[in-house]
């Protein structure tokens, strides 16, 4: 490498003008590196009429802003955004470069990869910085996730990262914080495009509940059947919460596979968790573990679930779960 690489730089992802809630939270994680590292924070931001979300990315950590304004970026396509965001990339050279990994940012980050001929760890759950080497350590689940793998990329810059949403925390808004506007023109022509965005079809399943979901209870394998199972619907109901499950009860047929939790699931990160009959394998934990209480309830004191638990009870779910329903129930009337 013998250009000078610095700063840590997020994609921001947005759509109709509405930032993605993965890109304020990469913001959060982005700002913990570029502090260890001592360079700055960098929002990258494209589309058409964007200019007014700058302050926003701001406010939620970054020193400056990179922003291409454009017509023909108005609808999210590869080829156009792989372009503005290579020709920032190669005028500023960033060191660190986070996507959230959303459909279009591991897309995007794909391209951007291949173009600037560097590497990308895919659906990172963890980032962390070698600061003697400046290497970004960006771990995740590997080996049909037995171990978390920590991959470097030593040699080629920036080092990329796509990051699952709802697993880093945005930091709190800061409307009086100040930063920088660095406004690029890019040559792009709607004809030189080769594809067209006839329609946008929106997608309105219920995966975005249990996402956004303040409280969750989530049942597994535990609860024996798929009758006792609907304890689990029943607690839900009572304390207005949503009902998840473990990958195991979505393969029994007892919950569809929308309502998985977990590294092949949702990632969650609700107020209040309730795991149910759940051992708590490193699959279930990673969608999960940023939860702000857990109260785990399982008969094997030494399940690892009780290892992140905030609240623990040792017990028989079939026992304990009609019994918090009535007190619930109680409490409510
Ligand atoms: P178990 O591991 O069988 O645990 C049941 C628990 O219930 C035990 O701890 C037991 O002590 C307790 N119990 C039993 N009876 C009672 C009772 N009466 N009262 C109270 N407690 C009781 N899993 C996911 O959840 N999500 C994923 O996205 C996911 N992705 C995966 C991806 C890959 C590539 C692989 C290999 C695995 C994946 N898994 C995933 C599966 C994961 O490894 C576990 O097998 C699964 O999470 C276990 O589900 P469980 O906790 O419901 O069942």
């Not at 610095?6 to 959060?28: A, D, T």
């Not at 919950?255 to 939790?261: F, G, K, N, R, T």
Request: charged share 25%; aromatic share 6%.
């Amino acid at each position: 490498m013998s250009k000078e690489y610095r700063g840590v730089w997020v994609f921001i992802e947005q759509n109709e003008g509405e930032i993605e809630g993965v890109s304020l939270e990469l913001l959060g994680a982005g700002r913990k590196l570029a502090d260890k590292l001592s360079v700055s924070l960098c929002g990258v931001l494209l589309g058409k009429d964007v200019k007014a979300l700058c302050n926003q990315v701001i406010s939620y950590g970054a020193d400056k802003v990179y922003v291409i304004d454009h017509p023909v970026l108005e609808e999210y396509r590869t080829e156009s955004y792989m372009k503005g965001v290579v020709l920032l990339a190669e005028k500023y050279s960033p060191e660190i470069f986070l996507y959230g990994a959303t459909p279009n940012g591991k897309d995007l980050a794909s391209a951007v990869a291949t173009d600037l001929s560097t590497g990308l760890t895919a659906d990172t759950t963890m980032l962390d910085v070698d600061l003697d080497k400046r290497l970004l350590e960006a771990s995740r689940p590997a080996f049909g996730g037995n171990i978390m793998a920590t991959i470097l990329c030593k040699k080629h810059r920036p080092q990329m990262a796509t990051v699952r949403p709802k697993v880093m925390k945005a930091l709190e808004r800061d409307k009086e914080r100040q930063g920088v506007i660095i406004e690029e023109n890019i040559e792009l022509y709607e004809d030189d495009m080769r594809t067209k965005v006839l329609k946008v079809v929106k997608d309105v399943t219920k995966r975005a509940n249990l996402a956004d979901a303040h409280i969750i209870v989530c049942g597994g394998k535990g609860l024996g059947d798929q009758q006792n199972f609907s304890l689990i619907y029943e607690l839900a109901e009572v304390i207005g919460a949503s009902v998840g499950g473990t990958r195991d009860v979505v393969e029994a047929g007892w919950l569809p596979h929308e309502l998985q939790i977990g590294q092949t699931g949702e990632t969650v990160t609700p107020k209040i968790y309730f795991a149910v009959g759940i051992s708590g394998a490193i699959q279930h934990v990673v969608g999960m573990k940023n939860s702000e209480i857990i109260i785990a309830i399982n008969k094997d004191a030494s399940a690892p679930i009780f290892d992140i638990a905030t609240y623990g009870i040792v017990g028989d779910a079939l026992d304990i779960l009609p019994k918090l329903i009535q007190q619930f129930k109680e409490i409510r009337t």
